[in-house]
């Protein structure tokens, strides 16, 4: 018996994939006000992961996020 999560759900789909699609939608469909302030998307962004590890694993994870922004120049 091993430990950890498997690498497919039961939908097919493996977790990574699902989190980058929903983030993805997240950060597409974002209010104009979201992004640009430098603490609102990492509390929107780890509520999205919190919400989608409860759907898929019924556990609630430690999520740390990090916004690197890259500047135009």
């Known amino acids: 018996m091993t430990g950890g999560l498997s690498a497919e759900r039961c939908t ?3 977790l990574p994939g699902k989190l980058e699609s ?3 939608a997240f950060l597409t469909g974002a209010c104009p006000e ?3 302030d430098n603490h609102k998307p990492d509390e929107a962004i780890r509520r999205v992961v919190r ?3 409860m759907e898929e694993i019924g556990k609630k994870p430690e999520v740390t996020v990090m916004v690197c922004r890259l500047a135009e120049g």
Do not use: F
Request: net charge positive.
């Open 34 to 36: 979201v992004l640009p």
């Open 22 to 24: 929903r983030l993805t």
């Open 12 to 14: 097919g789909a493996t």
């Open 51 to 53: 919400q989608l590890a």
